[in-house]
């Protein structure tokens, strides 16, 4: 789970911690697990009449909008899901996860860890667990567990300080790649222990780490060294199948050549892929705190978040230019970071097919001026923006209160199988009077298995 308070008074400290949400082998294949493929597909629900779908996560679960009805609902209860949501083509979907920890006080707390003990997990299109989850193999795992991965936890014992996947994105073979924000959960300027990881379908059970640490760390993938990822945010596909990142290390958005990236595990060596091999330049550069990109289908042209900074959300175009005569989204400075109550601060972002933008406001907050901040408990919001002959409306906020959300994402039922529950539909679940599970953990040690927990 991403650290929710910035103690220090430091502008430093301020911007380090808002985006800390969410193996050692040799071998380019994972330790043996369930896959999706091999067992029958567990379908979800109908969305009814719905244009389409808006899901995002928080407090540990996937929720849902279902678009025009405006009606909300679980997609996943509580148990761990943590970061940008990815759908594949047969209604599946990717988001990463780590253990739900007892005093997150929410019903995830009491059911198994999945393991190893941070990855992605691979969900069925009713939102329930498949048994199957995409890591990078290692040896560390949490007692009881029969697979590990390959970065080690902190000196107490928390493995989601050292390693969270936040971002995904589907390349056009369908591959899932997901980045690992490393020890970025604290520092900064951030810390260059993140990474690109790669799962190539369609069983998803082999992997590569694409752009990562090159040296110090631990064993062969300079898990947590340095020389990868500064901070990275929730990522898009361009439209010649690039790979867009933002990373706030650098003020960019990376793009990601994708006739440079690997075809399937054996162009790995030891499970990393040559830097060599890897075209990377800056698609968009001096950009502070880059948190999120989309692709805006109404042009060839994208939207990036930042979460500090004015404006919050701007357009460039294909070249990583900004778009003439486009507006943008005012956003908040650093000097007033935390004074509004009506202030958002942008991560994810998506479309709708309709040209209306869905963003996740995190709503910092701090104690003082500059002192304290962080995502404000049950104060993240989902927000839209309309836009019109390329002018954003004022945000508005769609639904709140929820616990620190960080990204978003929307799915076409006339075009693709989308992620949808079957029964009826719970409402999210946000707010301390209606998370009163105990602060227990897990009643057996015994891992998790497919199905809701």
Same mark, same amino acid.
């Given at each position: ?40 597909? %567990? ?61 997150? @006080? *929410? ?19 009713? $939102? ?25 936890? *902190? ?6 300080? *050292? ?33 690109? %990881? ?76 040559? @830097? ?15 948190? $999120? ?15 500090? $900074? ?54 910092? @907050? ?31 906020? %769609? ?55």
């Amino acid at each position: 789970m991403p650290s929710r308070r910035l103690v220090s008074a430091s502008v430093a400290a301020v911007l380090a911690g808002l985006l800390a949400a969410g193996c050692s082998s040799r071998s380019t294949s994972s330790t043996a697990a369930p896959t999706g493929s091999s067992v029958p597909l %567990v379908k979800g629900g109908s969305p009814g009449h719905a244009s389409y779908l808006v899901y995002w996560d928080q407090n540990e679960e996937e929720d849902l909008l279902s678009m025009p009805s405006g009606v909300q609902g679980q997609l996943v209860p509580p148990w761990d899901p943590n970061g940008q949501m990815c759908v594949l083509p047969d209604g599946r979907f990717v988001v990463g996860y780590n253990p739900t920890q007892p005093g997150q @006080r *929410n019903l995830g707390s009491a059911k198994p860890y999945k393991q190893p003990p941070v990855g992605v997990e691979l969900d069925e299109p009713d $939102g329930s667990f498949s048994g199957q989850t995409l890591y990078v193999p290692g040896p560390y795992k949490l007692p009881g567990q029969r697979i590990g991965t390959d970065t080690p936890p *902190n000196s107490k014992g928390v493995f989601n300080d *050292n390693q969270t996947y936040t971002g995904c994105v589907l390349d056009r073979h369908d591959d899932v790649l997901a980045n690992d924000l490393g020890t970025a959960q604290g520092d900064y300027p951030p810390p260059s222990s993140g990474r690109l %990881v790669e799962w190539f379908a369609p069983s998803y059970t082999t992997y590569c780490i694409v752009y990562g640490p090159t040296s110090g760390g631990v064993g062969p993938h300079h898990a947590d060294g340095t020389g990868g990822l500064e901070q990275p945010g929730m990522m898009t596909l361009a439209t010649n199948g690039d790979v867009l990142v933002p990373n706030v290390g650098t003020s960019s958005v990376l793009r990601l050549a994708a006739s440079s990236l690997p075809k399937s595990a054996g162009q790995c060596p030891g499970g990393v892929y040559p @830097r060599s091999k890897l075209s990377v330049s800056n698609f968009v550069a001096n950009l502070q705190f880059p948190s $999120g990109i989309v692709k805006d289908p109404s042009c060839d042209c994208y939207a990036v978040s930042t979460y500090i $900074g004015d404006p919050a959300i701007r357009w460039f175009d294909g070249n990583g230019q900004p778009l003439a005569g486009h507006g943008s989204v005012p956003g908040t400075t650093i000097q007033q970071l935390g004074s509004n109550p009506d202030e958002y601060n942008p991560f994810g972002l998506a479309f709708a097919p309709d040209g209306t933008l869905y963003f996740i406001d995190i709503h910092v @907050r701090c104690t003082a001026q500059l002192t304290g901040c962080g995502p404000a408990s049950y104060g993240g919001r989902l927000m839209k923006v309309a836009i019109s002959n390329g002018q954003p409306a004022a945000p508005v906020v %769609v639904a709140g209160g929820f616990d620190f959300p960080t990204s978003v994402t929307v799915c076409v039922p006339s075009k693709s199988t989308c992620p949808y529950p079957r029964g009826p539909l719970h409402p999210p679940l946000s707010g301390p009077s209606e998370n009163p599970a105990p602060a227990a953990g897990p009643t057996s040690e015994a891992p998790a298995r497919a199905g809701f927990g």
